[in-house]
């Protein structure tokens, strides 16, 4: 009896709470439609792609999500530039030369730097994200923060099912809404994307050929160099002063060089007009580089100097330049994915609960490596490193 009550009780809470925000949800739609009407979408599209939208909750969760941990750069480029990823990547411009050459000539980006950014954004096209676009930002455009510029993006993301004949649900991406192969968001595909295999469509889903010509589109209009490399790692003279880097501080090459800034690799500084800067991603003790202008044109793709980072030295790597020259100032690496997946087996082992093996490394994985660090008696910085990876293999 008692259990049936609790039972009933739950259901009802279960009306009550869904009941609404699907109700808010749809009255907020509706008073879009004037909106969507304005930019371009019929009345009865937008009516058959919204109809039969629900609010999904944990995109609100993922909009206000903040991270318990902070990620260190090594950690961050060990998973995103690891073995598997260059290998990956070296196969990919063998595969897909011929179109890599054509987009070099139309656009005048260099086909590792396209392929780079590729493989950071989907990993080659395997990971494009799951969620159904409208229900995202349907939801992202009706509650929370940031409404109107994710209204925009699902007046957007209607637009463009109708321009490829979609169903609703059909486009699925992040829970931001960025999507396909190189996952723009819903109104950087309108402006940017291009049809480059020429079947009429632009197709960053299912068309690698338009994802590499849209990459590279994007990066032409973020002002490419065409043949000036992204920059390079450098030596500081002693006595360098670290006030004299950041990717604001422009000055001439001739100045760096004449400061006594040096490539790693011994000889001169790059031959280029573009004004550089000194970046210092973990300080004056770990390594330094000089950028120039491209690196500023990834920068643009995703505001980050860590993921510009990512893609210049991924595009290095494929070149068939080998790891930065400097190390880290660490002395605990971080680790590869397939490393991060063999962490993740061996809490799982000891009985942690950290949902899926998957190389991401979440606040759940954190929590559980941080219980094994107390256990071991290391620092609970709760960091997917080296040194605790060690310290399970070995049993311990
Ligand atoms: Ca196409």
């Not at 530039?81 to 000539?105: C, H, I, K, P, Y």
């Not at 990066?219 to 360098?240: A, I, K, M, N, Y």
């Not at 256990?375 to 070995?394: K, S, T, Y």
Request: glycine share 10%.
């Amino acid at each position: 009896m008692h259990r049936r009550v609790a039972h009933l009780v739950g259901v009802l809470l279960v009306i009550v709470s869904a009941a609404p925000s699907a109700q808010d949800i749809s009255r907020c739609l509706a008073s879009l439609r004037p909106q969507a009407v304005k930019a371009g979408v019929s009345a009865a599209a937008f009516d058959r792609h919204t109809r039969a939208v629900v609010a999904d909750p944990t995109v609100l969760e993922r909009l206000d999500y903040q991270p318990e941990f902070r990620t260190a750069i090594w950690d961050y480029l060990a998973g995103l530039v690891d073995e598997e990823r260059v290998t990956d990547g070296r196969r990919m411009l063998v595969e897909w030369r011929d179109t890599l050459a054509a987009v070099e000539a139309r656009f005048g980006v260099d086909p590792a730097t396209v392929v780079a950014v590729w493989g950071v954004e989907s990993d080659y096209g395997r990971r494009a994200g799951g969620r159904p676009l409208v229900t995202s930002l349907a939801t992202l455009s009706c509650l929370g923060r940031r409404q109107s510029f994710f209204r925009r993006e699902l007046l957007a993301t209607i637009a463009i099912l109708e321009e490829l004949g979609l169903d609703t649900d059909a486009l699925v991406g992040s829970w931001a809404g960025a999507f396909g192969q190189t996952q723009f968001i819903p109104t950087t595909y309108q402006r940017v994307a291009v049809d480059f295999d020429g079947d009429g469509r632009r197709d960053l889903v299912g068309s690698v050929p338009d994802a590499l010509g849209s990459t590279a589109s994007y990066l032409e209009r973020s002002g490419w160099r065409s043949g000036e490399r992204w920059g390079l790692e450098v030596v500081l003279p002693r006595g360098f002063d670290p006030a004299t880097a950041g990717r604001r501080n422009r000055r001439p090459l001739g100045e760096w060089a004449a400061m006594g800034v040096r490539p790693v690799d011994g000889g001169a500084l790059p031959d280029s007009s573009s004004p550089a800067a000194v970046l210092l991603p973990a300080g004056p003790d770990g390594p330094a580089f000089l950028v120039l202008r491209n690196f500023d044109a990834i920068y643009a793709y995703n505001a980050a100097e860590s993921y510009a980072l990512a893609i210049a030295h991924l595009s290095d790597r494929l070149r068939g330049a080998g790891p930065f020259v400097r190390p880290w100032p660490t002395d605990d690496p971080g680790l590869s994915r397939r490393a991060r997946r063999e962490l993740q087996q061996r809490l799982v082992g000891r009985g942690h609960d950290i949902g899926e093996v998957d190389g991401l490394i979440g606040d759940r994985t954190r929590r559980a490596i941080q219980a094994e660090q107390r256990r071991l008696g290391l620092e609970p910085d709760g960091r997917a490193g080296q040194r605790i990876l060690e310290a399970l293999r070995a049993g311990g």
